[in-house]
């Protein structure tokens, strides 16, 4: 048995599993894994699991810090603009109008389904873009369940991870073999702002290429597409609330971003009076190449 620090993952289960949050279901599934990983007992003096690659002190001092709430920015900020699709929450709209085919009793219940996203703000032109601070693009079909309860008034949030990367992070935290739950997560809150259509000049060539680029087979139901099966708009998600879970709470930051730093951030550097010079640009997430 090789014992590495087992304060620190302690902490971790500890401070993540005592985060307030408001689906508990997602931590459920959690603390059930980390009861196997860490041997099935609850004992807290358990010991860690048997691992063939003891990490030296030297690999701990450097895995156990915590990146700066800024740089936790930076790597949020990364995830949505590498980010193709999301879930976006929305509520059924209670009574369901009557020509809608849903049961009757999923009215007032939430809903999350997976859409395309894509980060084409900065190919809008300058009295349209919102200068390249996160706002995600959204093609939005008028036919989806997401975009008919929005439209019949529901708020929404957008929720983006990095869970599809396991394989490639390998081992992020001492002593756990490959934890989903240890990659980084974030909720965006805020509303949607429907597009002009049309876009004015040259923006919708603009903005076609740049999600297309994303989503090669949205090409057949871009807004205005002749023969399209959908009718279909542009809006983007103006974000006005984050919410982090960047993994582990003892090496991770876990709450709520700072929404001037979060709208300040730029691929390259950001505004004026937010952080240190660095922009999404500058830093990785879990598993990727360094530039
Ligand atoms: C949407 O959220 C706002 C707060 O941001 C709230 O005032 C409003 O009542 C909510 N709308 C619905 C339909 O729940
Ligand atoms: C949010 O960040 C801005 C810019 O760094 C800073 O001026 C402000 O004080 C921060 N707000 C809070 C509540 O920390």
Known sequence: MVLVHSTPVL???VTFLSVPWTTAASVIPFAEHAQVALGGSSDPSLELPQTNHPISSEDNADILTRPSWFTSTLMARRLLALSTSGVISTIFPDPLPPSDHAPASVAGLPVGLREYIADCDGALPAELSHGGNGDPTVLALRVGSTFKNIAAGS??????????????????YPGLPPSLAALPRVTLFGYLDTLPSPLPGDAAAALEKCFVEAHPDSKVWLPGTPGSPHASFWARLVVTQAYWIGGFGDVQQIGWFNVTEWKGIRRHGSVPGVGDG??????????EKEK
């Not at 660095?278 to 598993?287: I, Q």
Request: proline share 6%; no cysteine.
């Open 278 to 287: 660095r922009g999404w640009e500058d830093v990785r997430l879990p598993g």
């Open 155 to 172: 708020n929404l949030s957008l929720q983006v991870d990095w869970w599809d990367h396991l394989s490639d992070a390998g081992p992020v």
């Open 11 to 13: 902490t971790g289960l």
